[in-house]
């Protein structure tokens, strides 16, 4: 370290800390099990209720589903037809909840739907609606505006986001010149995407490891064995076990919740595993004809009662997000990208917009994840309840199972676990979460004045304009702990195409719990969105 440059403050995520605390006192009031983004909300949600809570994940945090999914924080317009009201009423309130408290990482985008008629479905859709028909196409201009009206009006007064329009005529061939001569019209919506899922869940962990007393985070630790209300664990970067007592468990272990559930003697079956592949295309054509919308289209099926609705947005650069394909999974470590996804993807985008040019388009990535739905006895993956549901098990300790649900759901998944926990233990909760900002959101800048006031403070401390505009932009507040690291270790950029410093790197690795680089790439960075592939070499 240079002289006269401060040290970056002591790491909140310390694991050496936190393992001689357990090692100390290993008795906890909860323990979850899972390190994804409903885990990483449950465990902050207990720790703000002032319990001493441990959360253990057998690999990266974020690693599993709360990754691999679209990036948008969405209300579900489309499971208005299904008549899932309660549902889309808690994604479009939770959706704004997420801008609100996470700033930095979930931002407004525009989605817009293509719309092949006026009046299809007019007569379907309500028929839908109330469970009285079969799903169907994509419907009309007519029946999507008044879909269109009660979406936004299920967001109540306090909605954050732009609201919906039809586009037709003129004004769609100005505002979506590449919709316009194919489709009748188009709708737009006010959605949000989520820049870094993954960076939330991190932020998420360290809020609770700050608020709990003594409370613990652990990456790369297994759950290996139960006996009564104590839980072995395995840490695999060192293959020690460690022991701890727990007088509740939360399962929140996403697609490998039923592995879970019978280590504790459960041999209920809670979880239908659904594997969903996004492509990563390099496609400088497609990337400036989207520009900033995100389009969702149907696929190429020819029946329309079996068609499903696709995404396709750029990422950054000539980067661009196309998913996702579906297929029912019973072994999530098995999921991965097939051929078939691939073609089923790029002709399904061909025939959406035809006027790409294939040839010119390359996957340079993959994107699988397996999203734990709600077991059903149906065998249509489309047909299945995207909510979520709390199971309590008690043989004899509570295991609380937390299955289902959309990401853009999380906060309220984790209250209801973390409710059903505060039950079984006779406490009340203390706290709510749902204006509590997350992270880097905390403090955020709301007006120009503020955020120009920020960014001086940031320059001043020896970092140059441009980097503290994008160390603002990507961890909130938390910039300010960032620029430290910068200021301490170094600003050099370690890959090619990217702007990761090795000062961020060390920052991952010593505040943020990073061990190898696939952690630093994909879930502490946005750095795998430009280099060529994860075989990439950082330059220490």
């Not at 240079?2 to 605390?21: N, Q, S």
């Not at 720790?47 to 679209?70: N, P, Y």
């Not at 306090?158 to 100005?174: C, D, E, V």
Request: hydrophobic share 45%; aromatic share 6%; with cysteine.
């Amino acid at each position: 370290m240079a002289d006269g440059v401060v040290a970056p403050p002591a790491p909140i995520l310390d694991r050496e800390r936190m393992r001689a605390e357990v090692l100390a006192d290993s008795d906890f009031d909860a323990v979850v099990i899972g390190g994804g983004i409903t885990g990483a909300g449950t465990f902050r949600d207990l720790c703000l209720q002032g319990l001493r809570v441990l959360l253990v994940e057998r690999d990266d945090f974020a690693s599993g589903a709360s990754g691999a999914l679209t990036r948008i924080a969405h209300g579900g317009f489309r499971y208005l037809e299904r008549g899932e009201i309660g549902l889309v009423r808690d994604s479009v309130v939770e959706r704004d909840r997420l801008v609100n408290n996470a700033p930095h990482a979930v931002q407004p985008i525009t989605v817009v739907l293509p719309l092949s008629s006026w009046l299809g479905g007019l007569v379907a859709a309500p028929l839908r609606f109330l469970k009285l028909a079969p799903k169907g196409g994509m419907p009309g201009i007519v029946p999507m505006a008044l879909g269109r009206w009660l979406y936004d009006a299920l967001a109540g007064v306090s909605h954050a986001l732009p609201r919906g329009r039809i586009w037709t005529g003129a004004a769609l061939a100005r505002r979506f010149p590449y919709l316009a001569g194919r489709f009748a019209g188009a709708l737009s919506l006010g959605e949000a995407r989520i820049l870094m899922p993954e960076r939330v869940a991190i932020e998420l962990i360290e809020d609770g490891v700050a608020a709990g007393e003594r409370s613990a985070a652990f990456n790369y630790c297994a759950l290996v064995g139960v006996e009564g209300d104590r839980l072995r664990l395995r840490d695999r970067l060192t293959d020690q076990e460690l022991e701890v007592t727990a007088r509740v468990v939360v399962n929140a272990a996403g697609a490998h919740a039923d592995k879970v559930a019978a280590l504790f003697g459960i041999s209920e079956r809670i979880t239908g595993g659904v594997a969903g592949t996004h492509l990563i295309l390099e496609a400088p054509d497609l990337a400036a004809t989207l520009g900033e919308d995100l389009l969702f289209f149907e696929d190429s099926t020819p029946d329309p009662a079996h068609r499903r609705l696709l995404v396709c947005y750029r990422l950054s650069g000539d980067r661009v997000l196309l998913g996702t394909t579906e297929s029912a999974c019973d072994d999530p470590d098995e999921a991965v990208a097939t051929a078939d996804d691939e073609t089923y993807l790029l002709r399904a985008l061909t025939t959406a917009l035809p006027s790409v040019d294939i040839e010119s388009v390359r996957i340079v990535g993959h994107m699988v994840g397996v999203r734990p739905l709600v077991r059903s006895a149906s065998h249509s993956l489309a047909s299945r309840s995207r909510d979520h549901a709390v199971f309590v098990h008690r043989q004899p300790l509570p295991v609380i199972s937390i299955v289902g649900g959309k990401w853009t759901t999380f906060r309220r998944m984790a209250e209801d676990a973390s409710d059903a926990v505060l039950r079984e233990l006779g406490q009340d909760r203390t706290l709510s979460t749902r204006d509590l900002p997350i992270g880097g959101g905390k403090g955020f800048p709301r007006e120009d004045a503020e955020r120009r006031a920020l960014l001086a403070e940031i320059v001043a401390g020896g970092v140059e304009s441009a980097m503290a505009e994008r160390l603002l932009a990507t961890y909130g507040t938390r910039a300010r702990i960032v620029s430290s690291w910068i200021r301490a270790v170094g600003g050099k950029k370690v890959l090619d195409g990217s702007n990761l410093t090795i000062g961020e790197v060390a920052f991952f690795r010593a505040a943020e719990m990073a061990i190898s680089q696939e952690d630093i790439l994909r879930r502490r960075s946005d750095a795998w969105q430009a280099v060529g592939s994860l075989d990439s070499q950082i330059r220490d």
